[in-house]
């Protein structure tokens, strides 16, 4: 069954098919799980702390005078999520959208 699916290439669809296994020549470290895990966690508290930023940064940002600074200062903020996202990719955000925001402050305003 293994042969068979080899031969109709059903197992390389995986990321890492025909690539070394990673860590293997490394001598083993008893510990590897709990380094990990640290280094995991480190990355949690980061998009963490760069989400509270953005939640707090928003209302100023919606909270400007004119249309040109409002998007100005969105963009920002996807400029920031951006550089986030590609220092910590398990852990990224998702950007704003920028025509939502505006349309919503407006929707408001008029009310």
């Known amino acids: ?6 031969d109709e290439g059903k ?3 995986t990321g890492s098919a025909g690539r070394p296994i990673p860590g293997l020549a490394r001598p083993y470290d008893p510990a590897w799980w709990a380094r990990k895990w640290m280094t ?3 990355a949690r508290a980061l998009s963490t702390e760069a989400a509270r930023s953005i939640e707090h940064a928003l209302p100023r940002v919606l ?3 004119t249309l040109p600074e409002i998007r100005q200062g969105l963009e920002t ?13 398990d852990h990224s955000l998702p950007l704003l959208d920028v025509g939502q925001l505006i349309a919503r402050r407006a929707t408001r305003r008029h009310v």
Do not use: F, T, Y
């Open 11 to 13: 197992l390389d669809v």
């Open 40 to 42: 995991a966690e480190r």
């Open 1 to 6: 069954m293994i042969r068979k699916a080899q």
């Open 63 to 65: 909270a400007r005078e």
């Open 77 to 89: 903020l996807n400029a920031s999520i951006e550089q986030h996202n590609g220092c910590n990719p």
